[in-house]
T-cell receptor, first 109, second 115 residues
């Protein structure tokens, strides 16, 4: 079993929809939870990160962590075609990151 | 600032050939990383360098060697390429270790095919 699981998608939504992207994990020692966005044929870039449980909001993006369920989510409000990308969750492990395999998102105009 | 640069962008090798992937960053970061990305597997850490002069193995180090040439440059060498090493390779850097390692800046990647 992988330490971090993520549905590969693709997830296809119409422009303006609310998008929910999720990861589950098995290691209860994880404390920091990151979301990276990767456009096609580019390197990933950090979107946001949260520490421990709770919510964090940044513009149209909200990251949510539920440590009791070992479940994290990224919500995108008012999704735009420019949000079409692969979203990777990542978690801390001894000063290194463990990445999920990524969920491909397509926002249709 | 160029950020993180990688060369080459594409490479085709025959089984058994060797090559070095080059990576440089101009952000004065202390830590650098090499990952490979395969379909359905996500990013997997090959080697990392917490600071100049140190290197450590990641999750999938077999078949690779690294050199932290100076603070800016971190190279990845395949001594005898195998088809299983066909992948997209990303170099990344961060300010340091600990919490500073969670914000990593990635290069554009090198697409390697081994036939």
């Amino acid at each position: 079993q992988k330490e971090v699981e993520q549905d590969p998608g693709p997830l296809s939504v119409p422009e303006g929809a609310i998008v929910s992207l999720n990861c589950t994990y098995s290691n209860s020692a994880f404390q920091y939870f990151m979301w990276y966005r990767q456009y096609s044929r580019k390197g990933p870039e950090l979107l946001m990160y949260t520490y421990s449980s709770g919510n964090k909001e940044d513009g149209r993006f909200t990251a949510q962590v539920d440590k009791s369920s070992k479940y994290i989510s990224l919500f995108i409000r008012d999704s735009q075609p420019s949000d079409s990308a692969t979203y990777l969750c990542a978690m801390d492990s001894s000063y290194k990151l463990i990445f999920g395999s990524g969920t491909r998102l397509l926002v249709r105009p | 600032n160029a950020g993180v640069t990688q060369t080459p962008k594409f490479q085709v090798l025959k089984t058994g050939q060797s090559m070095t992937l080059q990576c440089a960053q101009d952000m004065n970061h202390n830590s650098m990383y090499w990952y490979r990305q395969d379909p359905g597997m996500g990013l997997r850490l090959i080697y990392y360098s917490a600071s100049e002069g140190t290197t450590d193995k990641g999750e999938v180090p077999n078949g690779y060697n690294v050199s932290r040439l100076n603070k800016r440059e971190f190279s990845l060498r395949l001594e005898s390429a195998a088809p299983s090493q066909t992948s997209v390779y990303f170099c990344a850097s961060s300010k340091g270790v600990g919490q500073d390692s969670y914000e990593q800046y990635f290069g554009p990647g090198t697409r390697l095919t081994v036939t």
